[in-house]
């Protein structure tokens, strides 16, 4: 019913910018919330933030508090992740996912996924 794509991701030095963007498509109406979420090699996938559809409510994880900025553009269809002063631990792949619930932020929460975009941070 949803269509996600992932767009964004590369390899930048530590303390570099980066903008992901995730475009939808289908029937987009019955979302709710937007996430964005990240995987390191090994690691369990985990929550950075998410968005209402509104744009009126956000929250973001302890870990990326005050650097990264989730925002909506619903006139095009996209939801964007900034990040700004990136680390290291930032590495991973960066997952976009739709809900239908409000102020999702665990992983079983979330009813669609994209296929992930790479980050990679270098020291």
């Known amino acids: 019913q949803v269509q996600l794509v992932e767009s964004g991701g590369g390899l930048v030095q530590a303390g570099g910018s980066l903008r992901l963007s995730c475009a939808s498509s289908g029937r987009t109406f019955s979302i709710l919330t937007e996430g964005w979420f990240r995987q390191a090699p090994g690691k369990e996938r985990e929550f950075v933030a998410f968005?209402?559809?509104?744009?009126?409510?956000?929250s973001y994880a302890d870990s990326v508090k005050g650097r990264f900025t989730i925002s909506r553009d619903n006139a095009k269809n996209t939801v964007y992740l900034q990040m700004n002063r990136l680390k290291p631990e930032d590495t991973g792949v960066y997952y976009c996912?739709?809900?239908?619930?409000?102020?999702?932020?665990?992983?079983?929460?979330?009813?669609?996924w994209g296929q992930g975009t790479q980050v990679t941070v270098s020291s």
């Open positions: 996912a739709a809900g239908t619930g409000w102020g999702l932020s665990r992983v079983y929460e979330y009813n669609y």
């Open positions: 968005i209402s559809w509104s744009g009126g409510s956000t």
